[in-house]
């Protein structure tokens, strides 16, 4: 019975740090991207940081909302236009808000990418930016460009399902 008792013990608390480290915590989301494309695939990507960018972005300091990706002719994926602002207790050594990262991926990913990059109408955006495990993570999609009226049929539908959503509301609080 002894045995049993110990099974079921709370969890360390350097167990619960792990846990806590291991979630994923959002710094950055690039909310247009889903109102200007049509988002075909999603990948996860590493980035290679310096101390002072990881240091600015455990701050929850940064914005994608003029980001792109852009591989290069070597075949290697750069993150550009994201803003991470300077680490305010950086010295002379501190990175600059808009420099270029380089995104990790692994070689048959970048290849199917840049062929679809090279068709006609798609693109790469970051979505979101965040940490799992302690490490720097970047949400990236392949996609394809919306048209203005696609744009507007968007925001129609989405208030459509508003409009619906308060019909209902109203129905049930009339009946309760």
Partial sequence: MAKKADAR???????????????????AR????????????????GLVLTGTEVKALRMGRAS????????????????????????????WNNHAPRRKRKLLLHRAQL?????KV?????????LELYFIGGRAK???ALARGKQDWDKRQALREAQD?????RAMAAANRRRG
């Fill in 111 to 115: 290849e199917r990418l840049a062929q």
């Fill in 118 to 126: 090279q068709a006609k109408g798609y693109t790469m955006v970051p």
């Fill in 30 to 45: 690039n909310k247009k991207a889903t109102h200007d494309y049509f988002i075909e695939d999603r990948y996860e990507a």
């Fill in 64 to 91: 994608l909302a003029e980001a792109w990706i852009e591989i290069d002719r070597y075949g290697e994926a750069w993150l550009q236009g994201a803003h991470i602002p300077e680490y305010l207790q950086g010295t």
């Fill in 9 to 27: 013990k709370k969890p360390t608390p350097s167990a619960r740090a792990k846990a806590a480290s291991d979630a994923h915590k959002t710094i």
């Fill in 138 to 140: 970047v949400e990236i």
């Fill in 161 to 165: 399902k508003r409009e619906a959503a």
